[in-house]
């Protein structure tokens, strides 16, 4: 009887062992699986991720060929006055940014390269005071003789057969700065036209000044542009001179 015992004691211990296994066994296995889950999918969003990249590159490369070296050709003009291959050239002084605005525009319907001369001492606000009988600009325009520095006058115009030349009016003539510009370069051989922006003045005899200043060149009369002056209103005025 006592053996008896025993044996089921033990019969039920191994059914009690079996059943736990089988449980663990059980509950595991939804673990593993939303592991391996958690892991494809994590590993799909990173392919994607891949695929997303590469488009992006692919994208901006065919991007590139199709304007090739267009942000740099515009830097190296900007900064060394280098011809892109262009015959027009928009060289002009802009103290407020007015006169920048329409050369900008002239050089988007003529297809210009385009150069800003800059001052090697920028005028302030009180300089362009020409309320003050002592401002710097009053005492420039006071006197035909001065002829302020160009911190950055490399523009080459050797390959240009025309230039425009751009500048604001002050006290009915250009700056002094113009002058000094002129002076400095050969026109011979191409057509130079002149244009200012101005609150209410016209360009006057500015035009003939640097003209004469420069010494050679076939100087067209120009004229003032206002300063919100459309394109089509640019070429009409381009096409009035010819």
């Given at each position: ?55 992006t590159k692919a994208e901006q490369s065919d991007e590139e060929k199709a304007f090739p070296e267009q942000t740099e050709t515009q830097s190296q003009n900007a900064d060394t006055g280098e011809s892109t291959g262009a015959d027009t050239i928009v060289v002009y002084f802009s103290a407020t940014g007015t006169t920048k605005g329409v050369a900008e525009r002239i050089a988007g319907v003529t ?132």
């Amino acid at each position: 009887m006592k053996k008896l015992m025993i044996s089921m004691l033990a019969a039920l211990c191994m059914f009690g062992f079996t059943a736990c296994g089988n449980a663990d066994s059980s509950s595991s296995a939804p673990a593993e699986t939303a592991l391996q889950t958690q892991a494809a999918v994590q590993e799909t969003r990173a392919q994607q991720t891949e695929e997303s990249a590469g488009v992006t590159k692919a994208e901006q490369s065919d991007e590139e060929k199709a304007f090739p070296e267009q942000t740099e050709t515009q830097s190296q003009n900007a900064d060394t006055g280098e011809s892109t291959g262009a015959d027009t050239i928009v060289v002009y002084f802009s103290a407020t940014g007015t006169t920048k605005g329409v050369a900008e525009r002239i050089a988007g319907v003529t297809n210009a390269d385009i150069f800003e001369l800059i001052p090697a001492e920028p005028y302030s606000d009180a300089d362009l005071d020409w309320n003050d009988k002592n401002s710097r600009t009053t005492i420039e325009m006071n006197d035909p003789n001065v002829r302020p520095a160009i911190e950055n006058d490399t523009v080459n115009l050797d390959s240009y057969s025309t230039v425009y030349i751009g500048y604001p009016i002050w006290w009915g003539d250009a700056p002094r700065m113009m002058s000094t510009f002129v002076e400095a370069h050969d026109f011979d051989g191409k057509t130079v036209i002149p244009f200012c922006t101005s609150g209410g003045s016209s360009i006057g005899r500015s035009g003939e000044n640097l003209a004469s200043q420069a010494g050679s060149g076939n100087w067209l009369k120009g004229g003032r542009l206002e300063a919100g002056i459309s394109e089509s209103e640019i070429q009409d005025w381009i096409n009035s001179m010819n």
